[in-house]
């Protein structure tokens, strides 16, 4: 089992920064892929960025070289950064672990509303 609590959510005008926080109950060292998905209004969940545990990431397009994901593994938090945020970047924001043992398992926090709005 692993819970996840999410902070750093909020209201941000276009071109401004948030940060988002993740932190989770275990080692992140022992969960296999860490990350933040997005769901907006009327649409499915998406990826926004993931971090393996050897540290690779990976990042939808949409957000590429905007968004920065990194981790703490001493606090067992991982951190998205967000700059130069945009009207289409509004969403619930939800942080995910999945573990892989026998089978794959994934874990999500209660979610975080970001709105980029002038």
């Known amino acids: 089992q692993v819970q996840l609590v999410e902070s750093g959510g909020g209201l941000v005008q276009p071109g401004g920064s948030l940060r988002l926080s993740c932190a989770a109950s275990?080692?992140?060292?022992?969960?296999?892929?860490m990350g933040w998905y997005r769901q907006a209004p009327g649409k499915e969940r998406e990826l926004v960025a993931t971090?393996?545990?050897?540290?690779?990431?990976n990042y939808a397009d949409s957000v590429k070289g905007r968004f920065t994901l990194s981790r703490d593994i001493a606090k067992n938090t991982v951190y998205l950064q967000m700059n130069s945020l945009k009207p289409e970047d509004t969403a619930v924001y939800y942080c995910?672990?999945?573990?892989?043992?026998?089978?794959?398992?994934?874990?999500w926090g209660q979610g975080t509303q970001v709105t980029v709005s002038s």
């Open positions: 995910n672990a999945r573990t892989v043992v026998t089978v794959m398992t994934d874990f």
């Open positions: 971090i393996t545990r050897g540290g690779s990431t």
């Open positions: 275990r080692s992140i060292c022992s969960i296999n892929t």
